[in-house]
């Protein structure tokens, strides 16, 4: 972007180079707008020409508008390097989100302005998503969570059949009430029965759906269509257990999901998306977890006990298992159900949308040459927190810090002193590793072979 403006004299055209670098989100939908994702993160200007520029407006708008306009105004911004500016809180278009059927590009809009200078602009592509659409294990797998819906008359439907199947065993939809793990069994054969006698139809998923995603068919369309995946199984049938008080997780394996379901009130992974299988096999043995294939659902003669036969083996596979979404630990981490959709619209809360919803919110920058040393103490507390939430870690799986996996690259250390290791590795000390093995008796050598290492 450059502005430009026209000297007095007819002296020529002065330009003055501005950058803008916004933090965006790579796409944006229903699902993640309502659960208070932020499209704009940061937003930095910087000048690279010999002059300043004083009353700078910055516009920020979206094509097709799937966000409310905002607007920045500085008084003044010196070419003294990138400058970190407080952007405003982009409100959402929800109505505009629930509407889309299909992925589409969009742009979000940078326009400034300033005194004597033309306008100039930044246009910025990202993707927009329909509200089904769950991008899979690989970007913000827990919103997979808010494709549960616990609230959807569909699910009160399968609730009140199975409601009535446990009242001929003079039982009830009790959750943990009872502290019983066999009430608890009891309860999630039931709803796996009401479900059962729907008579869906299964159809097979999109290849690699576990890393990249698919759109979820949420509970009117499977009930309009009579047809489902894994997975949209997997969500409605946590949906239901979720509504009658238990404590649902969905399975995700390659190509493959099923439902869990924690037989104790107090059980939970260790976060909302958990990737340890052996932990959830280790519980499964102890009775802690059931494990239910889904898609056994589509097949009338199918018993309970069938499908965690089958939930068991699809666990018990090391090599397949990819993570569980543990949905409690999800909602306690803040992500909400999708507004539920009724007569092919979302019933969008009036509340998600800003009261003036055509106006423009103006942020005003007072002291555009503030120093980069902040003084804690005189910083007022909401930018303070602001300021540290952006210097939070992720601590999600697409953290490989924090998700270790060893590949065939790992070099595994064992030792007794990894902290003179570390300090070693710290003074960038070179390091050289020689087999303890009989070089000649190769045939016999152990897929990891061990070796010594030795500080050069």
């Known amino acids: 972007m450059t502005f430009a403006k026209q000297t007095s004299g007819g002296g020529g055209i002065v330009s003055v180079p501005l950058t803008f670098t916004p933090q965006l989100a790579r796409w944006v939908s229903l699902a993640s707008t309502h659960n208070g994702l932020p499209i704009l993160r940061e937003l930095t200007a910087e000048l690279t020409g010999p002059i300043s520029v004083t009353g700078l407006e910055i516009k920020l708008t979206s094509n097709p508008a799937f966000t409310h306009p905002a607007i920045l105004r500085l008084d003044r911004l010196d070419p003294t390097g990138p400058r970190l500016l407080e952007a405003p809180k982009i409100h959402p278009n929800h109505s505009f989100l629930a509407g889309l ?86 309860q999630v054969a039931a709803i796996y029965s009401a479900v059962r006698q729907h008579d869906f139809a299964y159809v097979n998923p999109p290849a690699s759906f576990h890393a990249k995603g698919q759109r979820v068919r949420l509970p009117d369309q499977i009930q309009r269509e009579r047809m489902a995946t894994c997975l949209d199984l997997a969500v409605l049938f946590a949906g239901c257990l979720e509504q009658s008080g238990l404590h649902p997780l969905i399975l995700l394996g390659e190509n493959h999901a099923w439902v869990g379901c924690w037989m104790d009130e107090g059980s939970s992974c260790t976060s909302p998306v958990d990737d340890d299988g052996q932990n959830l096999r280790k519980r499964l043995a102890i009775g802690e977890l059931l494990s239910i294939e889904v898609t056994l659902l589509t097949n009338k003669a199918t018993l309970f006990t069938a499908a965690q036969a089958a939930g068991r083996v699809h666990l018990d596979n090391e090599k397949s298992f990819q993570a569980a979404v543990d949905i409690r630990l999800a909602r306690q981490s803040g992500i909400r159900p999708i507004p539920v959709r009724v007569d092919g619209r979302f019933d969008v809360p009036t509340d998600l949308v800003p009261e003036a919803s055509n106006s423009l919110e103006e942020v005003e920058i007072i002291d555009p040459s503030a120093p980069s040393e902040i003084d804690g103490e005189a910083e007022p507390l909401n930018r303070r927190l602001e300021r540290w939430k952006r210097k939070l870690l992720d601590l999600t799986l697409r953290n490989r810090l924090i998700n270790f996996k060893e590949t065939a690259k790992t070099l595994r250390i064992l030792g007794s002193n990894l902290a003179s290791l570390e300090d070693a590795l710290e003074d960038k000390r070179r390091l050289a590793s020689t087999s303890i093995l009989d070089s000649t008796n190769r045939k016999t050598r152990p897929p990891v072979e061990p070796c010594r290492l030795k500080w050069l």
């Open 101 to 186: 059927t299909e992925a589409v590009e969009g742009h979000f809009i940078i326009e400034a302005s300033a005194e004597g200078y033309a306008t100039t602009s930044l246009s910025v592509p990202l993707r927009l998503l329909p509200a089904e659409q769950w991008e899979g294990l690989s970007d913000i797998p827990e919103l997979l969570a808010a494709h549960v819906q616990p609230n959807h008359p569909v699910v009160g439907q399968i609730l009140s059949v199975a409601s009535t199947l446990l009242k001929s065993q003079n039982l009830a939809l009790s959750g943990y009430q009872q502290g019983s793990r066999e009430l608890v069994g009891r």
